[in-house]
C-alpha cells in the first residue's frame, strides 16, 4: 500500500491498480440542489454567451452542460480547434485503460531519459536524468502542471498507437493525436492534434458521472483536475469559493479550458475552445468572462435565497 498526499487535507492510498480516498469525498455523494438554475434564467444567461462569444475576434467553440437539469447550451460546439494541452485529458483515461486491464498499477515506474525531457510548461524538465517516477506521479504532474515532459513519458511508454486506438475506444470520433500535433512550435504543423468543445465537455461529464473508464478511476481524475495550478481563463472567472475540476490548453494562437464546475445551484460542464486568438492575454479574458457570466446566473442572489425560503416557509 501506498499513500500520496494530493491537497484539500486528504490523502489518497493505493493497493496495486485499485484506489482509494481517505477523508474525502466520492462520486456517490449526492449533492442537493435547493434552488436550481430555472427556464428563464437558462435562456437569459445563453443569450448573453451567444453574444460575447459572437463579438470575440477569434474563432470560438463552447459547449455547456447543467448536470443537474440536463440543459445544454453550443456554440460551433462540433468544429474541430487545435486541442493544445487538452489532449492530456484523454492520454490521462488511456493511461487508466492500461490499469483497469491490469497491465499497470499507479506504482509502475517510468524512467526519465534525456529523450524524454521537454520544455514549455512543468518541473520535470528540471528533474535528473534516469530519474523514476511512479505513473501515478506523472499522471499528476500532467494535468496539475500541464507538464509537458510528463505527457512525453508516458507518450514513450505506452505508444502513439496506443493512443490513438484507445481515443476511439473512449468514443472519441474528432480527438486525435499525431507526433506534429505534440511538437510545441509555434507554427503550423502538418498534422494538428484537433478536439471538439462538445468531446471534451463529454469527457468532463463521463468522468463526473464516474463513467469514464470505471468509478475508481473516474473519482481519481476528478481529483487530479481539482488540483490543476492555473488560476487564469475559468478559474479567474468563478468566486474563490467555487470548486472546479479543469484542464487547460495554449499553443499556436489556441487557448482552451474545460472543465467541472460545483455551484450551489447545481454543477455543470463548461468548455470554452478559442482559436486564431489575437493574443493570449485577451483570450485568456475572453474565456474568464465566459465563466464570469455562469457565475452570474449560478450564484444565488440575496434577493433569490430570500424569496425561495420565504416560499418554502409558507
Known amino acids: ?73 453550443e456554440y460551433n460546439a462540433d468544429k474541430p480547434f487545435p486541442s493544445a494541452s487538452l489532449i492530456k485529458v484523454p492520454i490521462m483515461a488511456a493511461v487508466f485503460e492500461k490499469i483497469r486491464l491490469g497491465a499497470i498499477t499507479l506504482d509502475t515506474q ?38 509537458n515532459t510528463a505527457t512525453k513519458m508516458l507518450i514513450d511508454h505506452f505508444g502513439m498507437d496506443y493512443l490513438a486506438a ?32 462538445r468531446e471534451m465537455g463529454g ?30 481563463r475559468l478559474r479567474k472567472g468563478l468566486p474563490l469559493g467555487w470548486e472546479i475540476g479543469h484542464k487547460t490548453g495554449l499553443l499556436r494562437k489556441s487557448c482552451h479550458d474545460v472543465g467541472i464546475v460545483f455551484s450551489p445551484r447545481g454543477d455543470f460542464v463548461i468548455a470554452v475552445l478559442t482559436s486564431n486568438v489575437p493574443d493570449y492575454t485577451s483570450a485568456k479574458n475572453f474565456i474568464a468572462k465566459v465563466a464570469r457570466l455562469t457565475y452570474k446566473y449560478y450564484k444565488i442572489d440575496s434577493d433569490y435565497a430570500g424569496g425561495a425560503a420565504a416560499g418554502r416557509a409558507g
Not at 524538465?125 to 517516477?133: A, C, D, I, P, Y
Not at 486525435?176 to 503550423?188: A, H, K, Y
Open 203 to 232: 469527457l468532463m461529464e463521463r468522468i463526473y458521472e464516474g463513467d469514464l473508464v470505471n468509478r475508481e478511476a473516474s473519482e481519481f481524475m476528478l481529483d487530479v483536475l481539482k488540483h490543476t495550478k492555473s488560476r487564469s
Open 110 to 147: 517510468i524512467t526519465l531519459t534525456r529523450r524524454g525531457r521537454v520544455g514549455g510548461s512543468g518541473s520535470l524538465k528540471w528533474v535528473r536524468e534516469g530519474t523514476s517516477l511512479s505513473v501515478m506521479e506523472i499522471i499528476y504532474k500532467m494535468i496539475t502542471e500541464s507538464d
Open 166 to 197: 484507445a481515443f476511439e475506444r473512449l468514443g472519441l470520433e474528432q480527438t486525435n493525436i499525431t507526433p506534429e500535433g505534440m511538437s510545441l512550435t509555434s507554427n503550423r504543423v502538418a498534422r494538428e492534434n484537433l478536439t471538439t468543445a
Open 1 to 73: 500500500m501506498a499513500l500520496l498526499l494530493v491537497g484539500g487535507g486528504f490523502w489518497l492510498y493505493y493497493e496495486g491498480a485499485r484506489l482509494k480516498f481517505l477523508f474525502a469525498p466520492t462520486i456517490e455523494d449526492v449533492k442537493t440542489v435547493e434552488s436550481p438554475i430555472r427556464e428563464e434564467e437558462w435562456n437569459v444567461m445563453v443569450q448573453e454567451l451567444g453574444e460575447v462569444s459572437a463579438s470575440y475576434r477569434g474563432r470560438v467553440g463552447i459547449y455547456l452542460k447543467d448536470l443537474h437539469t440536463g440543459k445544454t447550451w
